[in-house]
Protein backbone atom coordinates (compact mmCIF):
# COMPACT_ATOMS: atom_id res chain seq x y z
CA UNK A 1 0.00 0.00 0.00
CA UNK A 2 1.45 3.54 -0.64
CA UNK A 3 1.47 6.94 0.67
CA UNK A 4 -2.25 7.79 -0.71
CA UNK A 5 -3.43 4.72 -0.08
CA UNK A 6 -2.90 4.84 3.30
CA UNK A 7 -3.59 8.50 3.44
CA UNK A 8 -7.06 7.22 2.07
CA UNK A 9 -6.95 4.56 4.69
CA UNK A 10 -6.33 6.79 7.54
CA UNK A 11 -9.24 9.41 6.64
CA UNK A 12 -11.91 6.20 6.49
CA UNK A 13 -10.31 4.99 9.82
CA UNK A 14 -9.21 7.65 12.04
CA UNK A 15 -5.54 6.19 11.79
CA UNK A 16 -2.76 8.65 11.25
CA UNK A 17 0.51 7.94 9.07
CA UNK A 18 3.28 6.63 11.14
CA UNK A 19 6.32 9.30 11.49
CA UNK A 20 3.97 12.42 9.91
CA UNK A 21 2.31 14.44 11.86
CA UNK A 22 -1.17 15.38 11.25
CA UNK A 23 -0.38 18.93 10.63
CA UNK A 24 2.43 18.29 8.16
CA UNK A 25 1.70 19.26 4.39
CA UNK A 26 0.09 16.90 2.12
CA UNK A 27 2.32 18.00 -0.47
CA UNK A 28 4.13 20.78 -1.34
CA UNK A 29 3.28 20.88 -4.89
CA UNK A 30 1.28 24.26 -6.47
CA UNK A 31 0.79 25.74 -9.21
CA UNK A 32 3.56 25.50 -11.46
CA UNK A 33 1.98 23.92 -15.32
CA UNK A 34 1.94 20.30 -14.73
CA UNK A 35 4.35 18.66 -17.01
CA UNK A 36 4.92 15.09 -15.65
CA UNK A 37 3.34 12.03 -17.11
CA UNK A 38 0.22 12.28 -19.67
CA UNK A 39 -1.30 8.84 -19.57
CA UNK A 40 -4.48 7.54 -19.02
CA UNK A 41 -4.14 7.60 -15.54
CA UNK A 42 -3.91 11.35 -15.98
CA UNK A 43 -6.61 11.65 -18.31
CA UNK A 44 -9.39 9.82 -16.03
CA UNK A 45 -8.61 11.56 -13.28
CA UNK A 46 -8.84 15.02 -15.37
CA UNK A 47 -11.98 13.62 -16.92
CA UNK A 48 -13.46 12.33 -13.19
CA UNK A 49 -13.30 15.60 -11.53
CA UNK A 50 -14.26 17.62 -14.08
CA UNK A 51 -17.35 15.57 -15.47
CA UNK A 52 -19.55 12.77 -14.23
CA UNK A 53 -17.03 10.10 -14.64
CA UNK A 54 -14.88 8.86 -17.49
CA UNK A 55 -16.22 7.39 -20.44
CA UNK A 56 -13.98 5.03 -22.67
CA UNK A 57 -14.65 6.70 -25.75
CA UNK A 58 -13.87 10.05 -24.01
CA UNK A 59 -10.50 8.29 -22.57
CA UNK A 60 -9.51 7.51 -25.66
CA UNK A 61 -10.38 10.77 -27.33
CA UNK A 62 -8.42 13.58 -24.50
CA UNK A 63 -5.28 10.59 -24.41
CA UNK A 64 -5.01 11.79 -28.20
CA UNK A 65 -4.42 15.36 -27.08
CA UNK A 66 -2.17 16.92 -24.69
CA UNK A 67 -2.66 18.01 -21.08
CA UNK A 68 -3.09 21.98 -22.02
CA UNK A 69 -5.25 20.68 -25.18
CA UNK A 70 -7.68 18.94 -22.95
CA UNK A 71 -8.05 21.42 -20.33
CA UNK A 72 -8.63 23.87 -22.97
CA UNK A 73 -11.17 22.11 -24.61
CA UNK A 74 -13.03 20.66 -20.91
CA UNK A 75 -13.00 24.66 -20.23
CA UNK A 76 -14.47 25.57 -23.49
CA UNK A 77 -17.63 23.92 -24.45
CA UNK A 78 -18.39 24.21 -27.90
CA UNK A 79 -21.58 21.91 -27.91
CA UNK A 80 -24.94 23.61 -28.23
CA UNK A 81 -26.95 24.31 -24.81
CA UNK A 82 -29.55 21.76 -23.80
CA UNK A 83 -32.77 21.84 -25.58
CA UNK A 84 -34.99 23.23 -22.30
CA UNK A 85 -37.31 20.55 -20.93
CA UNK A 86 -40.84 19.71 -22.58
CA UNK A 87 -44.40 18.61 -21.25
CA UNK A 88 -44.09 15.19 -20.46
CA UNK A 89 -46.59 14.87 -17.82
CA UNK A 90 -49.96 14.64 -18.55
CA UNK A 91 -50.30 11.73 -20.36
CA UNK A 92 -51.39 9.95 -17.01
CA UNK A 93 -54.90 8.68 -16.55
CA UNK A 94 -56.80 10.82 -14.06
CA UNK A 95 -54.87 14.19 -14.20
CA UNK A 96 -57.42 16.68 -13.11
CA UNK A 97 -55.40 19.62 -14.37
CA UNK A 98 -53.79 19.24 -17.38
CA UNK A 99 -51.52 21.63 -18.94
CA UNK A 100 -53.99 22.86 -21.80
CA UNK A 101 -51.73 25.72 -22.51
CA UNK A 102 -48.43 23.40 -24.11
CA UNK A 103 -48.35 20.60 -26.53
CA UNK A 104 -47.47 17.14 -25.39
CA UNK A 105 -43.39 17.32 -25.84
CA UNK A 106 -43.04 20.78 -26.19
CA UNK A 107 -41.49 23.08 -24.02
CA UNK A 108 -42.85 25.05 -21.95
CA UNK A 109 -40.55 27.09 -20.49
CA UNK A 110 -41.75 30.27 -21.96
CA UNK A 111 -45.51 29.60 -20.79
CA UNK A 112 -47.19 31.57 -18.44
CA UNK A 113 -49.60 29.54 -15.89
CA UNK A 114 -49.55 30.25 -12.65
CA UNK A 115 -51.65 27.19 -11.57
CA UNK A 116 -50.25 25.41 -8.15
CA UNK A 117 -50.72 21.88 -10.03
CA UNK A 118 -49.40 22.34 -12.95
CA UNK A 119 -46.26 24.36 -11.25
CA UNK A 120 -45.46 21.54 -9.29
CA UNK A 121 -45.84 19.32 -12.47
CA UNK A 122 -43.32 21.27 -13.66
CA UNK A 123 -41.04 22.17 -11.11
CA UNK A 124 -40.64 17.65 -11.47
CA UNK A 125 -40.43 18.35 -14.91
CA UNK A 126 -37.32 20.61 -14.32
CA UNK A 127 -35.70 18.27 -12.31
CA UNK A 128 -35.65 15.38 -14.67
CA UNK A 129 -34.19 17.39 -17.42
CA UNK A 130 -31.79 18.90 -15.26
CA UNK A 131 -30.50 14.85 -14.95
CA UNK A 132 -30.83 13.93 -18.28
CA UNK A 133 -28.34 16.64 -18.95
CA UNK A 134 -25.88 15.52 -16.88
CA UNK A 135 -26.48 12.12 -18.23
CA UNK A 136 -25.96 13.41 -22.35
CA UNK A 137 -23.44 16.12 -21.24
CA UNK A 138 -20.89 17.16 -23.55
CA UNK A 139 -16.99 16.74 -23.47
CA UNK A 140 -16.59 20.14 -21.37
CA UNK A 141 -16.56 20.94 -17.31
CA UNK A 142 -20.08 22.74 -18.24
CA UNK A 143 -22.26 20.46 -16.05
CA UNK A 144 -20.29 19.94 -13.62
CA UNK A 145 -20.09 23.53 -13.35
CA UNK A 146 -23.71 24.26 -13.07
CA UNK A 147 -23.28 21.93 -10.16
CA UNK A 148 -21.03 23.62 -8.32
CA UNK A 149 -22.83 26.81 -8.42
CA UNK A 150 -26.03 25.42 -7.77
CA UNK A 151 -24.45 24.71 -4.60
CA UNK A 152 -23.01 28.26 -4.63
CA UNK A 153 -26.17 30.00 -5.18
CA UNK A 154 -28.31 27.71 -3.60
CA UNK A 155 -32.14 27.72 -4.29
CA UNK A 156 -35.02 24.72 -3.31
CA UNK A 157 -37.67 24.15 -5.63
CA UNK A 158 -40.59 24.16 -3.51
CA UNK A 159 -39.69 27.23 -1.71
CA UNK A 160 -39.28 29.27 -5.33
CA UNK A 161 -42.48 27.27 -6.26
CA UNK A 162 -42.48 28.89 -9.71
CA UNK A 163 -40.85 26.09 -12.58
CA UNK A 164 -40.63 29.07 -15.44
CA UNK A 165 -38.16 30.91 -12.41
CA UNK A 166 -36.29 27.81 -11.69
CA UNK A 167 -35.39 26.98 -15.47
CA UNK A 168 -34.50 30.77 -15.93
CA UNK A 169 -32.35 30.57 -12.87
CA UNK A 170 -30.64 27.52 -14.13
CA UNK A 171 -30.12 28.72 -17.74
CA UNK A 172 -28.07 31.44 -15.89
CA UNK A 173 -25.74 28.95 -13.92
CA UNK A 174 -25.48 27.04 -17.29
CA UNK A 175 -24.71 30.14 -19.54
CA UNK A 176 -22.55 32.16 -17.35
CA UNK A 177 -20.75 29.08 -15.78
CA UNK A 178 -17.24 29.59 -17.12
CA UNK A 179 -17.63 33.88 -17.33
CA UNK A 180 -17.46 36.54 -14.80
CA UNK A 181 -17.86 35.90 -11.12
CA UNK A 182 -18.84 39.59 -10.40
CA UNK A 183 -21.38 39.93 -13.16
CA UNK A 184 -22.71 36.61 -12.07
CA UNK A 185 -23.00 37.56 -8.46
CA UNK A 186 -25.56 40.61 -9.90
CA UNK A 187 -26.86 38.47 -12.76
CA UNK A 188 -27.94 36.28 -9.55
CA UNK A 189 -28.81 39.29 -7.25
CA UNK A 190 -31.86 40.34 -10.08
CA UNK A 191 -32.65 36.54 -10.32
CA UNK A 192 -36.15 35.63 -10.16
CA UNK A 193 -35.72 32.43 -8.27
CA UNK A 194 -33.25 34.23 -5.94
CA UNK A 195 -35.36 37.18 -5.22
CA UNK A 196 -38.09 34.69 -4.56
CA UNK A 197 -36.10 32.32 -2.55
CA UNK A 198 -34.06 35.10 -0.17
CA UNK A 199 -37.25 37.46 -0.23
CA UNK A 200 -35.50 39.77 -2.06
CA UNK A 201 -39.10 40.72 -4.15
CA UNK A 202 -40.77 41.23 -0.34
CA UNK A 203 -37.50 44.02 0.42
CA UNK A 204 -39.24 47.30 0.48
CA UNK A 205 -38.38 50.89 2.26
CA UNK A 206 -40.94 50.42 4.51
CA UNK A 207 -40.20 46.74 5.76
CA UNK A 208 -36.29 45.87 4.78
CA UNK A 209 -35.66 42.20 4.70
CA UNK A 210 -32.24 41.32 5.35
CA UNK A 211 -31.82 37.63 4.70
CA UNK A 212 -30.21 38.58 0.82
CA UNK A 213 -28.03 41.13 2.18
CA UNK A 214 -26.52 38.79 4.29
CA UNK A 215 -26.02 35.79 2.33
CA UNK A 216 -24.55 38.04 -0.21
CA UNK A 217 -21.22 38.58 2.17
CA UNK A 218 -21.66 35.56 4.36
CA UNK A 219 -22.19 32.44 1.41
CA UNK A 220 -21.83 34.13 -1.82
CA UNK A 221 -18.55 36.62 -2.05
CA UNK A 222 -16.95 37.11 1.33
CA UNK A 223 -17.53 34.23 3.65
CA UNK A 224 -17.48 33.83 7.51
CA UNK A 225 -13.77 33.51 7.82
CA UNK A 226 -12.23 37.49 7.43
CA UNK A 227 -11.45 38.83 10.87
CA UNK A 228 -12.83 41.43 11.08
CA UNK A 229 -15.47 40.88 8.88
CA UNK A 230 -18.76 42.60 7.96
CA UNK A 231 -21.29 43.70 10.48
CA UNK A 232 -24.85 43.69 11.13
CA UNK A 233 -25.07 47.10 10.67
CA UNK A 234 -23.44 46.17 7.38
CA UNK A 235 -26.34 43.55 6.25
CA UNK A 236 -28.94 45.87 7.63
CA UNK A 237 -26.97 48.85 5.48
CA UNK A 238 -26.99 46.18 1.91
CA UNK A 239 -30.60 45.10 3.06
CA UNK A 240 -31.69 48.99 2.26
CA UNK A 241 -29.51 49.16 -1.23
CA UNK A 242 -31.51 46.38 -2.52
CA UNK A 243 -35.39 47.44 -1.84
CA UNK A 244 -37.69 47.62 -4.51
CA UNK A 245 -36.46 44.70 -6.72
CA UNK A 246 -39.26 42.91 -7.73
CA UNK A 247 -40.40 39.65 -10.12
CA UNK A 248 -43.29 38.94 -12.77
CA UNK A 249 -44.79 35.99 -13.15
CA UNK A 250 -47.26 37.08 -15.91
CA UNK A 251 -44.59 38.15 -18.40
CA UNK A 252 -43.23 34.69 -20.34
CA UNK A 253 -40.02 36.07 -20.34
CA UNK A 254 -40.24 36.29 -16.70
CA UNK A 255 -38.30 39.04 -15.77
CA UNK A 256 -37.42 40.93 -12.57
CA UNK A 257 -38.56 44.82 -12.04
CA UNK A 258 -37.76 47.58 -10.10
CA UNK A 259 -40.31 49.61 -8.34
CA UNK A 260 -38.84 53.00 -7.35
CA UNK A 261 -41.50 53.75 -4.51
CA UNK A 262 -40.48 50.34 -2.85
CA UNK A 263 -37.19 51.71 -2.79
CA UNK A 264 -35.11 53.50 0.26
CA UNK A 265 -33.30 56.56 -1.13
CA UNK A 266 -31.93 57.38 1.98
CA UNK A 267 -27.88 57.02 1.82
CA UNK A 268 -26.44 53.98 3.55
CA UNK A 269 -23.50 54.30 5.56
CA UNK A 270 -21.32 51.25 6.01
CA UNK A 271 -18.37 50.04 8.32
CA UNK A 272 -14.79 50.54 8.37
CA UNK A 273 -14.37 46.92 7.40
CA UNK A 274 -15.98 48.32 4.32
CA UNK A 275 -13.81 51.57 4.67
CA UNK A 276 -16.88 53.46 5.95
CA UNK A 277 -18.31 53.50 2.58
CA UNK A 278 -21.47 55.59 2.03
CA UNK A 279 -23.75 54.72 -0.65
CA UNK A 280 -25.43 57.74 -1.87
CA UNK A 281 -29.38 57.11 -1.54
CA UNK A 282 -30.93 57.41 -5.58
CA UNK A 283 -34.34 58.13 -6.66
CA UNK A 284 -35.90 57.26 -10.19
CA UNK A 285 -35.90 54.27 -12.02
CA UNK A 286 -32.35 53.97 -12.48
CA UNK A 287 -31.63 53.89 -8.53
CA UNK A 288 -32.15 50.18 -8.13
CA UNK A 289 -29.36 49.44 -11.38
CA UNK A 290 -26.97 52.11 -9.92
CA UNK A 291 -27.09 51.50 -5.87
CA UNK A 292 -26.38 47.58 -6.76
CA UNK A 293 -23.34 48.70 -8.64
CA UNK A 294 -22.10 50.61 -5.92
CA UNK A 295 -22.82 47.90 -3.55
CA UNK A 296 -20.99 45.03 -5.65
CA UNK A 297 -17.90 47.45 -6.19
CA UNK A 298 -17.53 48.18 -2.33
CA UNK A 299 -17.89 43.94 -2.00
CA UNK A 300 -15.57 43.23 -4.21
CA UNK A 301 -12.76 46.17 -3.48
CA UNK A 302 -12.50 43.55 -0.81
CA UNK A 303 -10.44 42.25 -3.28
CA UNK A 304 -8.40 40.04 -1.29
CA UNK A 305 -11.40 38.48 0.97
CA UNK A 306 -13.25 37.54 -1.92
CA UNK A 307 -10.39 36.55 -4.22
CA UNK A 308 -9.34 33.73 -1.35
CA UNK A 309 -13.19 32.75 -0.56
CA UNK A 310 -13.67 31.85 -3.94
CA UNK A 311 -10.23 30.06 -4.78
CA UNK A 312 -10.71 28.01 -1.41
CA UNK A 313 -14.75 27.14 -3.22
CA UNK A 314 -13.17 26.18 -6.30
CA UNK A 315 -10.05 24.11 -4.43
CA UNK A 316 -12.19 21.89 -2.65
CA UNK A 317 -14.79 21.46 -5.51
CA UNK A 318 -12.53 20.36 -7.72
CA UNK A 319 -9.19 18.73 -6.02
CA UNK A 320 -9.21 17.95 -1.78
CA UNK A 321 -11.22 18.87 1.53
CA UNK A 322 -8.70 19.77 3.36
CA UNK A 323 -6.17 23.15 3.49
CA UNK A 324 -3.52 23.22 4.91
CA UNK A 325 -0.65 25.47 5.41
CA UNK A 326 1.28 24.47 2.23
CA UNK A 327 -2.11 24.39 0.28
CA UNK A 328 -2.70 27.56 1.53
CA UNK A 329 0.42 29.42 0.30
CA UNK A 330 1.46 27.17 -2.99
CA UNK A 331 -2.30 27.43 -4.28
CA UNK A 332 -5.08 29.00 -2.77
CA UNK A 333 -2.86 32.71 -2.38
CA UNK A 334 -1.67 32.09 -6.45
CA UNK A 335 -5.06 31.14 -7.91
CA UNK A 336 -6.39 34.09 -6.04
CA UNK A 337 -4.05 36.30 -7.12
CA UNK A 338 -5.21 34.84 -10.78
CA UNK A 339 -8.53 35.96 -10.00
CA UNK A 340 -7.84 39.47 -8.96
CA UNK A 341 -5.53 40.05 -11.88
CA UNK A 342 -7.87 38.68 -14.16
CA UNK A 343 -11.00 40.95 -13.24
CA UNK A 344 -12.53 38.18 -11.51
CA UNK A 345 -13.28 36.28 -14.41
CA UNK A 346 -13.34 32.25 -13.56
CA UNK A 347 -11.97 30.53 -16.60
CA UNK A 348 -8.31 31.37 -16.02
CA UNK A 349 -8.29 30.22 -12.74
CA UNK A 350 -10.05 26.95 -13.35
CA UNK A 351 -7.15 26.84 -16.06
CA UNK A 352 -4.23 27.46 -13.60
CA UNK A 353 -5.40 25.10 -11.27
CA UNK A 354 -6.70 22.11 -13.33
CA UNK A 355 -3.04 22.13 -15.93
CA UNK A 356 -1.13 22.14 -11.85
CA UNK A 357 1.31 20.22 -10.73
CA UNK A 358 -0.95 20.25 -7.75
CA UNK A 359 -4.37 19.09 -9.49
CA UNK A 360 -1.87 16.05 -10.77
CA UNK A 361 -0.04 15.17 -7.43
CA UNK A 362 -0.46 11.81 -6.85
CA UNK A 363 -2.23 12.46 -3.46
CA UNK A 364 -4.84 14.47 -5.01
CA UNK A 365 -5.84 11.50 -6.85
CA UNK A 366 -8.30 9.37 -5.27
CA UNK A 367 -8.59 11.61 -2.76
CA UNK A 368 -12.31 12.40 -2.78
CA UNK A 369 -15.48 10.37 -2.21
CA UNK A 370 -18.43 10.99 -5.41
CA UNK A 371 -21.21 12.88 -4.34
CA UNK A 372 -24.09 11.37 -5.01
CA UNK A 373 -24.82 12.84 -8.70
CA UNK A 374 -21.41 11.81 -9.17
CA UNK A 375 -21.87 8.32 -8.36
CA UNK A 376 -25.37 7.57 -10.12
CA UNK A 377 -24.63 10.43 -13.06
CA UNK A 378 -21.20 8.14 -13.73
CA UNK A 379 -22.21 4.47 -13.69
CA UNK A 380 -25.17 5.83 -16.25
CA UNK A 381 -22.47 7.42 -18.27
CA UNK A 382 -19.41 4.99 -17.61
CA UNK A 383 -21.15 2.02 -17.93
CA UNK A 384 -23.07 3.23 -21.30
CA UNK A 385 -26.07 2.79 -20.40
CA UNK A 386 -28.88 3.34 -23.06
CA UNK A 387 -31.92 5.48 -22.55
CA UNK A 388 -34.95 6.15 -24.47
CA UNK A 389 -34.21 8.91 -26.92
CA UNK A 390 -35.04 12.28 -25.58
CA UNK A 391 -37.03 13.75 -28.80
CA UNK A 392 -38.87 10.98 -30.14
CA UNK A 393 -39.77 8.92 -26.62
CA UNK A 394 -39.81 11.56 -24.28
CA UNK A 395 -41.84 10.60 -21.66
CA UNK A 396 -40.05 7.32 -20.93
CA UNK A 397 -36.80 9.31 -21.27
CA UNK A 398 -37.86 11.75 -18.64
CA UNK A 399 -39.29 8.76 -16.80
CA UNK A 400 -35.95 6.87 -16.36
CA UNK A 401 -34.18 10.59 -15.94
CA UNK A 402 -36.62 10.92 -13.18
CA UNK A 403 -35.43 7.33 -11.07
CA UNK A 404 -31.42 7.92 -11.42
CA UNK A 405 -31.91 11.75 -9.83
CA UNK A 406 -34.05 10.20 -7.51
CA UNK A 407 -31.73 7.41 -6.54
CA UNK A 408 -29.08 9.91 -5.82
CA UNK A 409 -31.75 12.20 -3.93
CA UNK A 410 -32.28 8.91 -1.89
CA UNK A 411 -28.15 9.02 -1.23
CA UNK A 412 -28.38 12.24 0.08
CA UNK A 413 -27.82 14.94 -3.10
CA UNK A 414 -32.06 16.07 -4.40
CA UNK A 415 -30.81 17.87 -7.62
CA UNK A 416 -32.46 21.74 -7.70
CA UNK A 417 -32.87 21.00 -3.55
CA UNK A 418 -29.93 21.28 -1.52
CA UNK A 419 -31.13 21.13 2.39
CA UNK A 420 -30.32 25.15 2.47
CA UNK A 421 -29.30 28.24 1.07
CA UNK A 422 -25.67 27.00 2.24
CA UNK A 423 -25.64 23.73 -0.06
CA UNK A 424 -24.67 20.39 0.66
CA UNK A 425 -23.17 20.16 3.75
CA UNK A 426 -20.53 17.72 2.49
CA UNK A 427 -19.00 20.69 0.63
CA UNK A 428 -18.50 22.87 3.55
CA UNK A 429 -19.17 20.80 6.96
CA UNK A 430 -15.80 20.80 8.57
CA UNK A 431 -13.89 18.48 9.89
CA UNK A 432 -16.10 15.48 7.16
CA UNK A 433 -16.53 17.40 4.46
CA UNK A 434 -17.41 14.74 1.63
CA UNK A 435 -17.22 11.60 4.07
CA UNK A 436 -20.48 13.08 5.21
CA UNK A 437 -21.49 11.35 1.90
CA UNK A 438 -20.98 7.63 2.95
CA UNK A 439 -22.96 6.48 5.67
CA UNK A 440 -24.74 2.87 7.01
CA UNK A 441 -27.35 4.15 5.10
CA UNK A 442 -26.21 5.39 1.96
CA UNK A 443 -23.69 2.83 1.04
CA UNK A 444 -25.83 0.40 0.93
CA UNK A 445 -28.26 2.76 -1.15
CA UNK A 446 -25.22 2.89 -3.76
CA UNK A 447 -24.49 -0.80 -4.13
CA UNK A 448 -28.24 -1.30 -4.51
CA UNK A 449 -28.24 1.29 -7.30
CA UNK A 450 -25.27 -0.47 -8.97
CA UNK A 451 -26.25 -3.91 -8.48
CA UNK A 452 -29.63 -3.26 -9.89
CA UNK A 453 -28.15 -1.31 -13.13
CA UNK A 454 -25.57 -4.37 -13.67
CA UNK A 455 -28.51 -6.87 -12.80
CA UNK A 456 -31.96 -7.23 -13.99
CA UNK A 457 -32.00 -3.15 -14.33
CA UNK A 458 -35.15 -0.24 -14.10
CA UNK A 459 -38.01 -1.07 -16.12
CA UNK A 460 -40.35 1.36 -17.67
CA UNK A 461 -43.85 1.15 -19.59
CA UNK A 462 -42.35 -1.76 -21.46
CA UNK A 463 -38.42 -0.51 -21.51
CA UNK A 464 -35.33 -0.76 -19.42
CA UNK A 465 -31.88 0.80 -18.60
CA UNK A 466 -28.99 -1.64 -17.81
CA UNK A 467 -25.64 -2.15 -17.88
CA UNK A 468 -24.85 -4.17 -20.87
CA UNK A 469 -21.95 -6.10 -19.89
CA UNK A 470 -20.84 -7.63 -22.93
CA UNK A 471 -21.49 -4.51 -25.19
CA UNK A 472 -19.18 -2.46 -23.12
CA UNK A 473 -16.31 -5.02 -22.76
CA UNK A 474 -16.58 -4.97 -26.67
CA UNK A 475 -15.48 -1.43 -26.62
CA UNK A 476 -12.17 -2.22 -24.72
CA UNK A 477 -8.95 -2.40 -26.72
CA UNK A 478 -8.48 -5.87 -26.22
CA UNK A 479 -11.14 -7.97 -24.71
CA UNK A 480 -9.91 -11.88 -25.52
CA UNK A 481 -7.03 -11.26 -22.84
CA UNK A 482 -8.51 -11.35 -19.47
CA UNK A 483 -5.84 -9.32 -17.96
CA UNK A 484 -5.82 -6.61 -20.34
CA UNK A 485 -9.42 -6.50 -20.08
CA UNK A 486 -8.67 -5.90 -16.38
CA UNK A 487 -6.33 -3.43 -16.10
CA UNK A 488 -8.20 -1.04 -18.41
CA UNK A 489 -10.97 -2.09 -16.89
CA UNK A 490 -9.65 -0.54 -13.36
CA UNK A 491 -7.84 2.20 -15.52
CA UNK A 492 -11.53 3.56 -15.55
CA UNK A 493 -13.15 2.64 -12.60
CA UNK A 494 -10.32 2.85 -9.80
CA UNK A 495 -8.60 5.98 -9.03
CA UNK A 496 -6.19 4.14 -5.76
CA UNK A 497 -3.40 1.33 -7.12
CA UNK A 498 -5.31 -2.33 -7.35
CA UNK A 499 -2.56 -4.94 -6.25
CA UNK A 500 -1.44 -7.10 -8.77
CA UNK A 501 -2.80 -10.07 -6.47
CA UNK A 502 -6.58 -8.71 -6.48
CA UNK A 503 -6.41 -8.29 -10.08
CA UNK A 504 -5.12 -11.92 -10.57
CA UNK A 505 -7.68 -12.98 -7.92
CA UNK A 506 -10.74 -11.99 -9.90
CA UNK A 507 -9.65 -12.70 -12.62
CA UNK A 508 -9.66 -16.39 -11.43
CA UNK A 509 -12.48 -15.99 -9.77
CA UNK A 510 -14.99 -14.77 -12.66
CA UNK A 511 -13.40 -14.58 -16.05
CA UNK A 512 -11.54 -17.89 -15.45
CA UNK A 513 -14.43 -19.09 -13.10
CA UNK A 514 -11.91 -20.82 -11.09
CA UNK A 515 -9.43 -22.00 -13.51
CA UNK A 516 -5.41 -20.93 -13.93
CA UNK A 517 -5.24 -20.75 -17.71
CA UNK A 518 -5.80 -17.49 -19.41
CA UNK A 519 -7.42 -19.12 -22.12
CA UNK A 520 -10.65 -20.29 -19.93
CA UNK A 521 -11.95 -17.10 -20.68
CA UNK A 522 -9.96 -16.23 -23.89
CA UNK A 523 -11.65 -19.59 -25.38
CA UNK A 524 -15.56 -18.40 -23.91
CA UNK A 525 -14.47 -14.83 -25.57
CA UNK A 526 -14.00 -15.73 -28.72
CA UNK A 527 -16.14 -18.75 -29.36
CA UNK A 528 -19.36 -15.99 -28.53
CA UNK A 529 -17.51 -13.30 -31.26
CA UNK A 530 -17.59 -15.99 -34.10
CA UNK A 531 -21.02 -17.68 -32.89
CA UNK A 532 -23.09 -14.92 -30.64
CA UNK A 533 -25.33 -17.55 -29.93
CA UNK A 534 -27.84 -16.90 -26.53
CA UNK A 535 -25.93 -19.95 -25.65
CA UNK A 536 -22.49 -18.21 -26.32
CA UNK A 537 -23.54 -14.97 -25.14
CA UNK A 538 -25.12 -16.69 -21.75
CA UNK A 539 -21.59 -17.98 -20.71
CA UNK A 540 -19.69 -14.53 -20.87
CA UNK A 541 -21.96 -12.28 -19.85
CA UNK A 542 -22.32 -13.87 -16.34
CA UNK A 543 -18.63 -14.03 -16.33
CA UNK A 544 -18.45 -10.22 -17.00
CA UNK A 545 -21.68 -9.18 -14.78
CA UNK A 546 -20.23 -10.82 -11.75
CA UNK A 547 -17.04 -8.69 -12.01
CA UNK A 548 -18.38 -5.47 -12.51
CA UNK A 549 -20.72 -6.56 -9.84
CA UNK A 550 -17.90 -7.33 -7.49
CA UNK A 551 -16.20 -4.09 -9.04
CA UNK A 552 -18.66 -1.45 -7.99
CA UNK A 553 -19.27 -2.77 -4.80
CA UNK A 554 -15.22 -2.24 -3.43
CA UNK A 555 -14.60 0.71 -1.38
CA UNK A 556 -12.32 1.96 -3.79
CA UNK A 557 -14.74 2.44 -6.42
CA UNK A 558 -16.63 5.36 -4.28
CA UNK A 559 -13.18 7.30 -4.80
CA UNK A 560 -12.69 10.05 -7.18
Sequence with gaps: MDRREFLTAGKRSGTAVPGISKTEARTFSGLNVYNGPWTKNEVVHLLKRTMFGAKLSDISYFAGKTMNEAVDELLNPTAALPAPPVKEYDGVTGVTTPDNDVLAGTTWVNSVNNDGTIQSRRRASLKKWWM??????DRSIREKMVLFWHNHFATETVDVGNANFLYKHVNLLRTKSLGNFKQLVRDITLDPAMLIYLNGRLNTATAPDENYSRELQELFTLGKE?????????VKAAAKVLTGWRVDSNVNTFPSYFTSSRHDASNKSFSSFYSNTVITGRTGTTAGDLELDDLLNMIFAKNIEVSRFMAKKLYRFFVYSEIDAAAEANVIEPLAQILRNNNWEIKPALSALLKSEHFFDALNQGAMLKSPLEHAGAICREWEIIFPDAVTAYADAYGMW????????????????????????????????????????????RNQFSDLMIGNGYSRNGKKIVIDPVEFTKKLANPADPNLLINEL???LFRIPIS??????????????GQDQDYYWSNAWNIYIGSPTSTNYNIVNTRLRGLFKYCMNLAEYQLM
Design 132 to 137: GCIIQQ
Design 402 to 445: NYVMTVAANYQQNLGDPPSVAGWPAYYQVPQFYELWINTDTLPK
Design 500 to 513: QQSKDQLKKDFLLT
Design 490 to 492: FEM
Design 226 to 234: NNPNYSEAD
